[in-house]
């Protein structure tokens, strides 16, 4: 069970607009803690999407967007193609007691229609 | 361009050590940031090992701290990551990476991976 949880799948139609939330509690994300996506094509190693919230490294489209709110964040992808179907993962740092490490989401599956 | 390469066997046997390294090229270890171990079990998401700073202070997984090691050598640009006691659970994709920050630090550069299976 992942300390971030993230839905397992969402999908939409080319064009369209999805979201993945990332939802947290107040030992990681609403304790301030950034969060950072990551965008992982089969067979590959992941890549970076967004970092410290809502960051986009040099080379990723503008259809990605990232914000965060109390305890959670969300992934926001418009104008969706379908070379966006990946696994997505949302990762931050979480500081309970005696446990304190960097956490991934369990990830969430895109599916292109 | 930085690039990060695993290497190290690819099986190993229970109750053995799993000892892993990354190459760096393209960035010079000693200059900063941290660096980072990431895995992956086969059809399952990522899980964060440990991280080392190039000064060579760590920070480990609670849950697999009794069994990790990570260790840099600024003179051949790479670091290593040693796993004891290993059992299947270990299985994985096993991912370097560099990271920027402590405490929520993301991964810029990631390596291609490395499939490490136990069994006898």
């Known amino acids: 069970q992942s300390v971030l949880t993230q839905p397992p799948s969402v999908s939409g139609a080319p064009g369209q607009r999805v979201t993945i939330s990332c939802t947290g509690s107040s030992s990681n994300i609403g304790a301030g803690y950034d969060v950072h996506w990551y965008q992982q094509l089969p067979g590959t190693a992941p890549k970076l999407l967004i970092y410290?919230?809502?960051n986009r490294p040099s080379g990723v489209p503008d259809r990605f967007s990232g914000s965060k709110s109390g305890t959670s964040a969300s992934l926001a992808i418009t104008g969706l193609q379908a070379e966006d179907e990946a696994d997505y993962y949302c990762q931050s740092y979480d500081s309970s007691l005696s446990a304190q490490r960097e956490v991934f989401g369990g990830g969430t599956k895109l599916t292109v229609l | 361009q930085v690039q990060l390469q695993e290497s190290g066997p690819g099986l190993v046997k229970p109750s053995e050590t799993l000892s892993l390294t990354c190459a760096v090229s393209g960035y010079s270890i000693s200059s900063g940031y941290y660096w980072g171990w990431i895995r992956q079990p086969p059809g399952k998401g990522l899980e964060w090992i440990g991280s080392?700073?190039?000064?060579?202070?760590?920070y480990y997984n609670p849950s697999l701290k009794s069994r990790v090691t990570i260790s840099v050598d600024t003179s051949k640009n790479q670091f290593s990551l040693k796993l004891s006691s290993v059992t299947a659970a270990d299985t994985a994709v096993y991912y370097c990476a560099r990271g920027e920050g402590y405490s929520s630090s993301w991964f810029d550069y990631w390596g291609q991976g490395t499939l490490v299976t136990v069994s006898s």
């Open positions: 080392i700073y190039h000064s060579g202070s760590t």
């Open positions: 410290g919230n809502s």
